[in-house]
């Protein structure tokens, strides 16, 4: 059965940095499209970040560009979700999800997702 585990979430002050990891089991994420995803309370879950499964062409929503990084490591099975400058509203449940879909974009729709990292950011 396939897991992906999400990691790295906490409180943090406006201006600090998490950096979320997501290990996957069963599969290997290096030939999967990953993106990560949050859910607000009271909000609908929003894309945040994806990394293509081809060339790992990676894609940000506007307002976190310049300050989120995706990656991959390989050896580690893991993609990351590197987050700087953070603000009060990213405060999230942040989830990460693969899908086997393969190409240079990211998919609309995912196979696999996570439980979730609570990321909060408040002075």
């Known amino acids: 059965q396939v897991h992906l585990v999400e990691s790295g979430g906490g409180l943090v002050q406006p201006g600090g940095s998490l950096r979320l990891s997501c290990a996957a089991s069963?599969?290997?994420?290096?030939?999967?499209?990953v993106g990560w995803f949050r859910q607000a309370p009271g909000k609908e879950r929003e894309g945040v970040s994806c990394?293509?499964?081809?060339?790992?062409?990676?894609y940000y929503r506007n307002s976190v560009k310049g300050r989120f990084t995706i990656s991959r490591d390989n050896a580690k099975n893991t993609v990351y979700l590197q987050m700087n400058d953070l603000k009060p509203e990213d405060t999230a449940v942040y989830f990460c999800?693969?899908?086997?879909?393969?190409?240079?974009?990211?998919?609309?729709?995912?196979?696999?997702w996570g439980q979730g990292t609570q990321v909060t950011v408040s002075s």
């Open positions: 069963v599969i290997s994420l290096d030939t999967y499209a």
């Open positions: 999800a693969a899908d086997d879909s393969y190409g240079d974009t990211c998919p609309r729709d995912y196979d696999y």
């Open positions: 990394i293509s499964s081809r060339n790992s062409n990676t």
